[in-house]
Structures are given as C-alpha cells and as structure tokens.
C-alpha cells in the first residue's frame, strides 16, 4: 500500500511558476509508473505528465515545453516544474501511482491516488 500526498499547490499570475511535490509512504516508487494528472471544474480528470517504469516521460501536448516531471526516489517524491503557466492550467491537481511496474498505455490507470492540491492561475 502506497501513501501519495501533494503539496505546493497556491495561486500564481499568468506567466509565473509553481512546483508541487508529492511525498510517498509505504513503498518504493523506482519501478512504478507514477505522474500528475489535473481537474479542472466541470472537466474530467485528465493526464498532465508522467513518468514510466522504463524511465521514460510523457506529458500532455498542451504543457510540453511549460512543464517538467522529475522523481527522487531516495525521497520517494515527485515533482512538477510548472512554468509560463496559464489560467487554462487552473485546476485541482493530484499525484497517482501504479502498483507495480507497468506499461504507460493509453488505457493505464492509476492504483493509488493523492488527495490532490489546488492550482489557481490568474490573469
């Protein structure tokens, strides 16, 4: 069993940075596929960024370039570097992991899930 708690969520201007953390307990995160995802109101929840158990990163078209996913897992801690954000990035974001190594597939979903912190970008 995986613990996820986000932190580092607050308000910015348009064109401003944020970066959220996410602290794992219970477990390693080294082989999991682990990632951020975003709810904005009366959207569903959707991928942001993501990292799989290869290593390798994906993010979603419309952060690339703004956004950065990163994973210490001697701190079991994951990050997103968010840069010239929007108000289109304003939404509730929540840090997931799978249970154990998987493939990042467009079908994977997440077995552990943070609480989610919010993100409110102004103009």
């Known amino acids: 069993q995986v613990t996820l708690a986000e932190s580092g969520g607050g308000s910015a201007q348009a064109g401003g940075s944020l970066k959220l953390s996410c602290a794992a307990s219970?477990?390693?995160?080294?082989?999991?596929?682990t990632g951020w995802y975003r709810q904005a109101p009366g959207k569903e929840r959707e991928l942001v960024s993501r990292?799989?158990?290869?290593?390798?990163?994906e993010y979603k078209d419309s952060v690339k370039g703004r956004f950065t996913i990163s994973r210490d897992n001697g701190k079991k801690t994951i990050y997103l570097q968010m840069n010239s954000l929007k108000t289109e990035d304003t939404a509730v974001y929540f840090c997931?992991?799978?249970?154990?190594?998987?493939?990042?597939?467009?079908?994977?979903?997440?077995?552990?899930w943070g609480q989610g912190t919010q993100v409110t970008v102004s103009s």
């Open positions: 997931a992991a799978s249970r154990w190594s998987a493939a990042c597939t467009s079908t994977f979903q997440p077995n552990y």
């Open positions: 219970g477990g390693s995160l080294s082989s999991r596929v």
């Open positions: 990292i799989c158990s290869d290593g390798t990163t």
